[in-house]
Structure formats: C-alpha cells, structure tokens
C-alpha cells in the first residue's frame, strides 16, 4: 500500500516534513488567534502565514475549532514541561514549602521572557472570549493543578478548611499572581519607580508567598482560638 499523503504531495514517511508542517501551522494559527480572535481568524489567513496548503489545516487539526483547541493545547504543554506545579520540592515536603513553590513556579511561568507573545494574548482572549476550547483546556491541564493547590491549602488551613474558605484561598492566591502580571502595563504608570517584570519575578513571588502563608496562617489560627 502506498503511504498515506498529506496535502502538498509530501509522503507521511517523511516525519521531520510532517512535523514541520503541523508546528509551523500551530504557531501561525496561535498568532492569528491571539491577534483577531477564534471568531474573526480564518484558515486561510492561518495557512497563508504558514506557507502551508489550507488543506493542511483539515488534514492536521480537522477543522479551525480543531486548530484552536491544539493550538492552546501546546502553550500549556510547553509551559507545564518547562515550570512544574511545585519545582524543586516532594509531594511530602511541608504545605508551606509547597505552596512557595507552586507560587514562584507559577510566576516565574507568567513573566518567562522567552514566552512567545502569541502566548499570553491568546490565554487572555480564550478567558474572556471562551470557545469550547476552554473545557478540554480545564480538564486537561488546569484543574490537576487547581486540585493540587486546593489539597495545600486545605493542609495549611486545618482545622479552619470548609469548602467555601479553601476556594477563597485559591482565588487569592492566584489573583494575587495574576494580578502582577496582567496589570503590569497599568502598574507601570501608577508605580514607575518598580515596574515589575522577570527581573523581579523571584521578588514578587516570594511577597506573594509571605503575604498568603501569613493569612492562611491567621485564618487557621481564629478556628483553633474558636475551638479552644
């Protein structure tokens, strides 16, 4: 049987052509996305901006909803290969030491100066613009680490933990990081004498750090002066 042919006439046994087609064609698509939106982008923008055949995108990916979805797969891959969810520290270690680890971990992920712009933008409009892209997403990459900081938080609580108090201590914490990141630009004009940035990433998330541990900390402490 002949092998399988892709659009552009290339035969499947050519992996490193296969391979080169397809990431040039994710990072088009990421590009575009980012720039005019799920709704507005077309394949053939996309495949244009690839030098790629339009048939390409069918063949690869299916269909654009199909492209998208990959697309936003790859900056989670890339990102979650790059920072684990709690670097440098065991699953056994103490809740506080993994909580600092989960928190620069994660900012030093926002601020990575090597990040594709594409990156980012795309994420902001995928949160404010959801396709069905977002539930793949959730299910696959952001909630074993959302229950991953729920269960040190949960630690860190004790006695004090209920379900509504945990999430208000994942948002915090997580807003908190975000916060530097996404306001960046309007922190810059309010606070010029510190703009913030991967220079001081490791800064932020260390204030982030002691600034959560120090309320989880009170908050465990109230329910153990109420039960005294």
Not at 95 to 106: Q, T
Not at 124 to 151: H, K, M, N
Not at 198 to 206: G, M
Not at 208 to 219: D, H, K, M
């Amino acid at each position: 049987m002949a092998p399988l042919t892709p659009p552009g006439g290339t035969p499947l046994a050519n992996v490193e052509h296969e391979t080169d087609t397809r990431q040039r064609l994710l990072n088009a698509a990421g590009e575009v996305f980012a720039e005019v939106g799920f709704h507005t982008a077309t394949t053939r923008d996309i495949a244009r901006r690839a030098s790629a055949n339009i048939a390409a995108i069918n063949y690869y990916f299916r269909d654009k909803q199909g492209l998208y979805t990959e697309a936003v797969r790859l900056i989670y891959r890339d990102e979650d290969t790059k920072y684990p969810a709690t670097p440098g520290v065991t699953d056994d270690a103490p809740p506080d030491c993994r909580l600092r680890a989960f928190i620069h971990g994660f900012m030093h992920k926002l601020f990575d100066a090597e990040r594709p712009a594409w990156h980012g933008r795309l994420l902001s409009r995928e949160l404010f613009e959801p396709t069905e892209a977002l539930d793949a997403i959730v299910a696959e990459r952001i909630r074993p680490r959302y229950q991953l900081l729920r269960g040190i938080i949960s630690d860190l609580l004790g006695a004090a933990r209920t379900d509504a108090l945990v999430r208000l201590c994942i948002n915090s914490v997580i807003g908190q990081c975000l916060h530097y990141h996404h306001a960046r630009h309007m922190l810059a004009r309010l606070q010029p004498e510190c703009p913030y940035g991967p220079h001081n990433a490791a800064e932020l998330a260390e204030h982030v750090a002691r600034f959560s541990l120090g309320a989880i900390a009170t908050l465990a402490r109230g329910a153990e002066g109420r039960t005294a």
